[in-house]
């Protein structure tokens, strides 16, 4: 095989693999391209198929209606991405390298629970927090949307911490180290990808749920932007360029984290299916 | 899991501390530290994951109305709930669409991915940039996938009708005729699933050594055969999997037809999940306890298919 010929099959791959990704990615362009036309063309046949004169009347209605429910799911990502780490970095410890007792049978119990599907668990939340009056608020919503994160994240910090070398940790026994100082200063700064996966994903599950929020948020003072959406769906169906400049807004974390994070992302899709 | 697999070589590790007596009490202390450690998940598992679920078991034995839904004072009713589900109209109506919008969307998504799988596994300029993009629909908040696609697909504005048009077609009502309301979210939901089914089936691609590849291509297998003998029996293992995962997260998706469609129109779209949702959350009068009788039937199919899963991935990794 000769490096010129390498070469050009290798420009016919590049340029389709353009097209293929550019179709795949067609609706997302058009949810940016509706959110700047203007309210009179949006009922224009054929569409616009580019802003050529462009309206951020949409992006002004984000700004003055949208902003407490962005600063909501700000919260409740970050609410969520703490109390995820604080229950599954210990646990994936304890299941990984101090030997738990029944540690198998938890696992299995792990795998079982990232099947349930959500809307039941929204259900027995809903009857819960009704006699404990949790429903409604933004503490009840961040324990709802972390029980989709805690799972994955176990697994994840079980499975990265069962390969770290056990020298290191017999280094820090022998230098006088308990279990949780060995925990703090050795395990967790050795796993900071496995956090940064696990929070990544904590975030964008909580940014992006919807049934959760829809069933024990939905008479709250603070809901979320993908309650938000679909409220405002609900209300002004004309006004799509209002609609789709809030998705816009909504997808930035996403846009962020896959910028920034690519490798974590592909890693934790990867970790929940495949384990090598 | 690389600690279990090892248990003649841990044996011997075991016998390593110094003096048995110090050795013991050690171990005893670390086994106290290890339920230390998962204390914090093991009451989370009990009030979050254990009590919600049992709730929903008591919902769905009970006759919760409204009121009684404040008053805490529900009628036992045994199975009732359960029969009534099992005899209603939409009984097999929900269970139909589950089962088209279910297997329609894991196989295409799969068929796609696998396709885009191999398409990507040989490195080409741009190739890692590209694989990147195909991640964003899987990360876009679905409630923004499902109304870009709700307007895609809207009859009078809708840019897959002028496109239609424009070729001469005719206006179809993608959402809101029931011929064509399951279609239109599965295609949606099709889209979501492509990302996943690419990431996992490239991951399993890359465990494919290459001089199988060249040694077939010697024997002058073409891509085409290489395909067929090489890529497709290999992958099976990572292959099922992906599948089995699909169906189990596809059994439970209500946001994307909640949005389009609302199950509707006349029930065209409603599946178990969509059918629990609407009973409890979609009305102004909340069926609870039917609604808990549908989801626990949904949360058995997902379990049957969930075990399967454990099972062949027990297999996979007990023969690697």
């Known amino acids: 095989m000769t490096a010129g010929r390498s070469t050009r099959r290798a420009w016919w791959k590049t340029v389709l693999g353009v097209l293929v990704t550019l179709a795949m990615l067609f609706p997302v362009y058009w949810m940016v391209n509706v959110s700047f036309t203007r309210t009179p063309d949006l009922r224009r046949r054929p569409p616009n198929w580019f802003p050529w004169d462009p309206t951020f009347d949409g992006y002004a209605a984000v700004l003055d209606q949208q902003l407490p429910a962005l600063g909501t799911s700000l919260v409740l990502g970050l609410g969520c991405v703490a109390l995820t780490l604080v229950v599954a970095a210990p646990a994936g410890y304890a299941l990984a390298l101090l030997n738990l007792r029944g540690g198998r049978s938890l696992n299995f119990l792990l795998l079982v629970a990232q099947m349930i599907p959500a809307v039941v668990m929204a259900m027995g939340f809903y009857a819960v927090y009704n006699s404990l009056g949790l429903l409604n608020t933004l503490w009840g919503l961040i324990i709802a949307d972390s029980t989709i994160a805690v799972p994955f994240g176990v697994l994840l910090f079980t499975a990265f911490m069962a390969g770290i070398p056990r020298e290191l940790l017999q280094a820090a026994r022998v230098d006088g180290a308990g279990t949780w100082r060995t925990f703090i200063s050795i395990v967790l700064p050795v796993s900071r990808n496995s956090m940064l996966t696990v929070s990544l994903f904590a975030f964008l599950w909580a940014w992006s749920d919807f049934i959760f929020a829809s069933t024990l948020n939905r008479n709250g003072d603070l809901i979320p932007i993908t309650l938000s959406i679909y409220n405002y769906i609900g209300n002004n169906t004309t006004q799509w360029n209002a609609i789709m400049a809030t998705a816009v807004v909504a997808s930035v974390p996403a846009a962020v984290l896959l910028v920034m994070a690519q490798r974590y992302v592909a890693a934790g899709v990867t970790a929940g299916a495949v384990k090598d | ?320």
């Open chain 2, 1 to 320: 899991m690389t600690s279990t697999a090892t248990t003649p070589v841990g044996a011997d590790v075991r016998r390593r501390p110094t003096s048995p007596r110090l050795g013991a009490s050690r171990r005893d202390a670390s086994r106290w530290a290890a339920v230390g450690f998962a204390a914090p998940l093991l009451v989370y598992l009990v009030v979050f994951y254990a009590y919600p679920l049992w709730r929903n078991i008591e919902l769905s034995i009970h006759d919760y109305t409204v009121r009684a839904f404040v008053q805490g004072d529900a009628e036992f009713v045994g199975f009732a709930n359960y029969v009534e589900v099992f005899g209603s109209d939409t009984f097999p109506t929900a269970l139909v669409n589950t089962a088209v919008f279910t297997f329609g969307s894991i196989i295409v998504q799969f068929v796609l991915g696998l396709a885009l799988a191999v398409f990507f596994r040989a490195n080409f300029r741009l190739s890692n940039l590209l694989r990147a993009l195909f991640l964003v629909p899987w990360l876009l908040p679905l409630i923004v996938s499902a109304s870009t696609w709700a307007w895609m697909l809207n009859s009078d504005n809708g840019i897959v009708n002028s496109v239609l048009v424009a070729f001469g077609g005719d206006r179809i009502n993608w959402i809101t005729s029931p011929e064509t309301a399951l279609l239109s979210v599965t295609v949606a939901n099709i889209w979501l699933g492509i990302p996943f089914n690419l990431v996992i089936l490239h991951s399993g691609l890359q465990n494919i050594p290459d001089d199988m590849y060249e040694a077939a291509s010697l024997d002058g297998a073409g891509p085409w055969r290489q395909f067929w003998s090489i890529t497709l029996p290999l992958l099976r293992p990572v292959s099922a999997i992906t599948l089995l995962l699909g169906l189990i997260y596809t059994l439970k998706v209500v946001d994307v037809i909640w949005v389009m469609t609302a199950g509707g129109p006349a029930g065209a779209t409603t599946t178990l999940a969509i059918w629990a949702y609407h009973e409890a959350f979609g009305t102004g009068i909340p069926a609870f306890s039917p609604a808990a009788a549908v989801g626990n039937l949904l949360i058995v199919i997902a379990l049957i298919f969930g075990f399967v899963h454990l099972r062949l991935q027990h297999r996979q990794e007990a023969s690697s």
